[in-house]
C-alpha cells in the first residue's frame, strides 16, 4: 500500500520540480527589462487619468511615451511644465504648447431664447434632446441638463440660466465635455483666442431671430470690419479662426445680437 502510494507521489513532485526549473529558466531567458523611464514619467504626471492623451490613464501614456508612439505635450492636463519634465527624461526638447480650454458655442439662457415645451423627464441631455431637439426652440442649442458637467472630471463646467459654461481657469482641455455633448456645441480653442462667435445654429436669419435673441444671423458684418481676414460665413454661421485672429475686437462692436462673445486670456 505504501509502494502504490509513493510511486505516484514520487512522479508528481519530480514533474513539479522539472515545471519549476523550467519555469524558472524561462522568467530569466524571456525577462523583458522595464524601461526605468517609464516610472520617472510616471511620477511627474498629474494621475488624473482623464484620458485626454488618447490613452487610458497616466501608466499607459507613460509606456506610450517613452516607446515613441506617443508625442510628450499630449498630456494637457499637465500643460508646459509636464512636458518640459518627460523632455528631461527622455532627453529630448520640449515644444511650447498652445493652451487650451473647452468653449460652448451657445448663448440661448432661458432669458434669451424661446422654449418650445416644458420638459419633466429625467435629468439626461441625450434624453431631452431625442424629444423634438430638446425644450430649446433652437435645434442647434445647449440643452442645459448638465451631461458635460457631469462628464468633467475637474469641476469647469456650470449650468447657468439653463446654459452650460465653462469656468476656463479650471479646464484641463481634457475634451470630456466634447464627448458627452449631444448637440456637438463644445469645441476646443485656444484659452487666448479672446472673440468667439458663440452660436452654432444653421438655421436662417427670421427663424433665428424669432428663436433666440442672441443668436448669429449671418450678416457679414464682423467679417467686413476684421482686419486680419479671421473670420468667415458657412451658411448663416459666422466663424472665427484664432489661428488668424488678433484680438482686436472690432467684430464685437459691429455685432447686431451680440452673438460674439468675449474671454478673458488667462
Known amino acids: 500500500m505504501l509502494q502504490e502510494l509513493l510511486l505516484p ?34 511620477e511627474v504626471l498629474p494621475g488624473a487619468n482623464c484620458g485626454a492623451c488618447g490613452y487610458t490613464g497616466c501608466d499607459n501614456f507613460a509606456e506610450a ?27 529630448v526638447k520640449a515644444e511650447a504648447t498652445v493652451a487650451k480650454t473647452a468653449r460652448v458655442m451657445c448663448e440661448g439662457t432661458y432669458s434669451s431664447c424661446r422654449v418650445k415645451y416644458d420638459y419633466s423627464g429625467i435629468e439626461d441631455c441625450v434624453a431631452a434632446a431625442s424629444l423634438l431637439g430638446g425644450p430649446s426652440a433652437c435645434t442647434y442649442g445647449c440643452v442645459g441638463l ?34 458627452s455633448c449631444p448637440k456637438n456645441i463644445i469645441e476646443m480653442v485656444p484659452v ?58 472690432e467684430c464685437i462692436k459691429v455685432c447686431p445680437t451680440n452673438a460674439i462673445t468675449w474671454h478673458k486670456c488667462g
Open 9 to 42: 507521489t514520487s512522479i508528481i513532485g519530480g514533474l513539479g520540480l522539472i515545471f519549476g526549473v523550467g519555469l524558472a529558466y524561462a522568467s530569466k531567458k524571456f525577462k523583458v527589462e522595464a524601461d526605468e523611464r517609464v516610472a520617472k514619467i510616471r
Open 65 to 91: 511615451v517613452v516607446e515613441g508612439k506617443c508625442d510628450i505635450n499630449a498630456c494637457t492636463v499637465g500643460g508646459d511644465a509636464v512636458t518640459e519634465a518627460i523632455g528631461e527624461i527622455l532627453g
Open 146 to 179: 448638465g451631461n458635460c458637467v457631469r462628464a468633467c472630471p475637474f469641476d469647469a463646467i456650470e449650468i447657468v440660466d439653463g446654459l452650460a459654461r465653462v469656468i476656463e481657469s479650471k479646464c484641463k482641455a481634457c475634451g470630456k465635455c466634447i464627448d
Open 192 to 249: 487666448c483666442g479672446e472673440y468667439t462667435v458663440s452660436c452654432s445654429s444653421m438655421d436662417k436669419g427670421a427663424v433665428i431671430r424669432k428663436n433666440c435673441s442672441v443668436g448669429c444671423i449671418g450678416c457679414g458684418k464682423c467679417t467686413k470690419v476684421c482686419p486680419s481676414g479671421a473670420i468667415s460665413v458657412k451658411g448663416t454661421l459666422a466663424k472665427i479662426n484664432p489661428e488668424l485672429c488678433t484680438n482686436c475686437g
